[in-house]
């Protein structure tokens, strides 16, 4: 069963259908510069092989699994200075960011196995 405190959303276009699942973390950092707007972003992500056919639910099971077992099997994004007074533009600009790491990612075949 996918934990409930995480957020998830779809990449359809990415080379493997994909499953995302992330939290925003929403304390200040350590860094005594830093800004109240400033989020630590975690994220995991599980693909689709092109041999089985995409499941919504299979996949937020294997991407949140992912996303609690650690950083060996999370990325972590930094969002500086975003704007938290429009959420609608708060959460798209997140979601951008968090696509753009995972399609992106160069250890895809070590780190996210295809379901």
Known sequence: MPEQNCDFFYL???SHPTTVAYKVD???SDDSKAKQSDLRILFAA????H???FSKKIGRTIASGRLNRGLDHTGIIY???IDTTKPGQMWYNIRLHVSYAV???NNRPNKYEAY
């Open 12 to 14: 359809r276009n990415a």
């Open 79 to 81: 969002i500086r200075d």
């Open 26 to 28: 929403w304390k200040r």
């Open 51 to 53: 041999k089985d056919s």
């Open 103 to 105: 399609i992106t990612a």
């Open 46 to 49: 599980a693909y689709c092989s």
